[in-house]
C-alpha cells in the first residue's frame, strides 16, 4: 500500500475503528441485559457510537477537515474500508433489532457479537 497518504491522524482514526466495533458489542450485551432505565442510557451511547463509526469510515474514505483526515485515492485502502462498510452496515441493523425489542430469539444479539469480532479482525487498513 502507499502509506504517502497515511497520517497520525489516519492510523489514530484506524485504530479508533477497532474500539468503537468492541465498544459497540459491549454495549449491544450490556442492553439485552440491562433493566429498562439502564437501556435508554446504553441506547443513546449506542446511537452515538454508530453516529461516530459511519463519520469516521466516511472520514477515512473522503477526508474529513475536522478529525484531520484526507481523502484517499488508493485503491487498495477503498476496498478495505468497503469491506469494513459492508459488515458496520450489517451490524447497524442487527444493534437496531435488538433495541427495537424485535430480537425474540436472540439471533440479532449472537450476530451483532459476530459482526464486531469481524469489524475487528478485518484487514488493518495501515
Known sequence: ?????ISAAHIDQAG?????????????NAWADGTASERADISKDLSVTLGDFAAVQAGLRDGD???DLSATTN???I???TAVDDV?????????TVTNGDDSNGSA??????ACRLTC???RLL
Open 65 to 67: 477537515s475536522a478529525r
Open 109 to 114: 444479539l449472537k450476530k451483532t457479537s459476530t
Open 88 to 96: 458496520y452496515a450489517q451490524l447497524a441493523t442487527n444493534i437496531n
Open 79 to 81: 476496498g478495505l474500508l
Open 16 to 28: 479508533a475503528q477497532r474500539m468503537r466495533a468492541f465498544k459497540l458489542g459491549f454495549l449491544t
Open 75 to 77: 485503491v487498495e485502502a
Open 1 to 5: 500500500m502507499n502509506t504517502s497518504q
Open 121 to 123: 479482525s478485518a484487514p
